[in-house]
């Protein structure tokens, strides 16, 4: 298997998957390496909903597409290269997100990462303890050569995508993982320098190592 900090540094997202079936313990693996992660308390409040069901993930497809017609698309026409990328990689990059809006129902799993936010309002820290579990799986699936990739779009219309994935209405979902095979090969991942993002002891002086 390979070393950690190759994991880490290799696991991009993969946003063009193949349809193929994912055997049944490698996404157990994957689950029991979001549990791992640490929450506020420890009170483990996350839960994750394991969806192969076609209807369900195309109900939700097209939440996710209208979010992309609407917003996500024209932001990605005027958008800036982000930091470690230039305009060649950030039209593939962009393609790929087409790719996936067209496809996301094609994964043949998709974790969908919620939390039992009980009565209680969710507040700004209210992903806190989710998130970790979702980068413990993401690492997880590339060590098993899964490719996946971190999404959020549908939260965009939240009430009606967890309306679509049948939850209750203490529990929300913070993200959906697609995950599969991927079409493609794993590789670096591209992000700026750490000058351009650490800054050492005041806020505006750079780090130096």
Same mark, same amino acid.
């Given at each position: ?35 791992? !992660? ?20 195309? !109900? @939700? ?29 950030? !039209? ?16 043949? @799993?998709?974790?969908? @990462? ?74 670096? @991942? ?20």
């Amino acid at each position: 298997m390979p070393e950690l900090f190759d994991i880490i540094r290799t696991t991009r997202a993969m946003r063009r998957l193949k349809p193929d079936p994912i055997p049944d313990d490698l996404v157990r693996q994957i689950l029991e390496a979001g549990t791992c !992660a640490p929450s506020g308390g420890n009170a483990q409040k996350w839960r994750f909903l394991v969806v192969k069901n076609p209807e369900t993930k195309q !109900a @939700v497809q097209r939440l996710y597409k209208r979010a992309y017609d609407e917003v996500i698309g024209p932001r990605y026409a005027t958008a800036s290269p982000p930091p470690g990328s230039d305009p060649a990689k950030y !039209a593939r990059q962009h393609a790929a997100v087409e790719y996936l809006t067209e496809h996301f129902h094609e994964a043949p @799993v998709w974790i969908v @990462v919620c939390q039992d936010d009980g009565t209680t309002p969710p507040t700004r820290g209210a992903g806190a303890s989710v998130y970790p579990a979702v980068q413990n799986m993401l690492l997880a699936a590339r060590a098993l050569g899964l490719g996946s990739t971190l999404t959020t779009r549908h939260m965009m219309f939240a009430k009606e995508a967890d309306a679509a994935l049948g939850l209750p209405e203490n529990i929300h979902s913070y993200a959906i993982l697609p995950i599969g095979y991927p079409i493609g090969n794993f590789g670096p @991942v591209g992000r700026g320098r750490l000058e351009e993002v650490v800054f050492s002891e005041k806020w505006g002086v750079p780090y130096t190592s």
